[in-house]
């Protein structure tokens, strides 16, 4: 895996990095891999293949709309070809979650979205032997130290609006932040953008922020939880 792009090997998918510090991760002007979040339909996960996604990602929180039970994610997951990296997005998961989830389904990467602790990071990390992503909600300056204090035990790093106090989900809003605060910031650790992007606006937040990968779940869908394929195929041109 080079450190500052994700690359993924197609027998062992994501390589896992041991964690060391590295060169800060430089902002390139590559095209920006995209990961197609919250997948609940066959269909769509085709969609995402097909367009080019190098990501697809699976919601394995009950209050989500995109939530789908281990047995779904399965089925789906078996019909994503080698070279596209699995993602499971869990919300402060407890490990008994997490290993009957992973009994059933092969994923590559494990994505926490909730308010995991570093070193629960760390220990989710060692239990699963699989790579984490943490996502880290910026509403102004004062995250952003937060995305470098999680990149010392992250894998990757996925920088996400900050949901509102009331919100019911800790992300997958369509909430977006301040881009700029992004502008010039050095990263420990390969980092996607989230939150908020859209086909309209994704080219715009790769050209301002310099961001090598970009997430997105509700902005291409035509309904909560409900994946709508032109909108995929938009996406994934548009941040190319
Ligand atoms: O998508 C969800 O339902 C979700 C639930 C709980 C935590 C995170 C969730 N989604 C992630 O949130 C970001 C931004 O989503 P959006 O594009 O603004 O809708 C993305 O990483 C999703 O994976």
Redesign the pocket.
């Known amino acids: 895996m080079t450190f500052w792009r994700f690359s993924i090997n197609p027998e062992r998918r994501l390589r896992r990095q041991p964690l060391r510090r590295g060169k800060p991760f430089p902002h390139g002007a590559e095209v920006a891999q995209v990961?197609i979040?919250?997948l609940t339909r066959p269909e769509h996960v085709a969609a995402a293949v097909e367009a080019g996604a190098a990501f697809v990602?699976f919601?394995f929180?009950p209050?989500?709309?995109?939530?789908v039970s281990a047995e779904v994610a399965a089925a789906l997951a078996a019909d994503v070809p080698a070279g596209v990296a699995r993602?499971g997005?869990f919300?402060d998961p407890d490990d008994q979650m997490l290993d009957d989830v992973l009994a059933k389904v092969p994923l590559d990467i494990i994505?926490l979205?909730?308010g995991e602790t570093p070193d629960r990071v760390a220990e989710l990390r060692a239990r699963t032997g699989l790579p984490v992503m943490k996502?880290v909600g910026v509403a102004g300056p004062e995250d952003l130290d937060a995305l470098w204090d999680y990149g010392l035990v992250a894998d990757m790093i996925?920088v996400?609006?900050k949901?509102p106090k009331d919100a019911e989900?800790?992300?997958?809003?369509?909430?977006?932040f301040d881009w700029r605060l992004l502008v010039g910031r050095k990263f420990l650790r390969p980092w996607?953008l989230?939150?908020?992007?859209?086909p309209e606006n994704v080219a715009e937040a790769v050209r301002l922020t310099g961001a090598q990968a970009v997430?997105?779940?509700?902005?291409?869908?035509a309904a909560?939880?409900i994946k709508d394929p032109a909108r995929i195929r938009s996406f994934i041109d548009a941040a190319g």
């Open positions: 990961k979040c919250g990602g919601v929180f209050k989500s709309p995109r939530n993602v997005l919300v994505q979205h909730g996502a996925l996400d609006a949901p989900l800790p992300g997958g809003n369509g909430l977006s996607m989230a939150g908020g992007l859209t997430d997105v779940s509700s902005g291409v869908e909560p939880g």
